[in-house]
Nanobody, 111 residues
């Protein structure tokens, strides 16, 4: 069974940083394409960042230059480093893998 478990969210002031982690279950090939998505209240879920099997990364325009996606193959964990956070980054963040999602984790940025 595919399992993705996010951690690292919480409450932070604008301008602050957080690092989200996504631990992948044993049957996930961590070197495949993976991504982070988020959903703010009253809004559709949107792609935040993705990393391909070759390591190529892509970011939503709204987070370029502030967020960094990465992964640790040994730890089977994907990360999202979020810097210079803004109130509009407030959302539930999900890691995704081929149609599977984690339970989501809340990130709240206060102004």
């Amino acid at each position: 069974q595919v399992q993705l478990v996010e951690s690292g969210g919480g409450l932070v002031q604008a301008g602050g940083s957080l690092r989200l982690s996504c631990a992948a279950s044993r049957n996930i090939v961590i070197t495949n394409s993976m991504a982070w998505e988020r959903q703010a209240p009253g809004k559709q879920r949107e792609l935040v960042a993705a990393i391909s099997s070759s390591g190529t990364t892509n970011y939503a325009d709204s987070v370029k230059g502030r967020f960094t996606i990465s992964r640790d193959i040994v730890k089977k964990t994907m990360y999202l480093q979020m810097n210079s956070l803004k109130p509009e980054d407030t959302a539930v963040y999900y890691c995704t893998y081929f149609g599977h999602w984690g339970q989501g984790i809340q990130v709240t940025v206060s102004s």
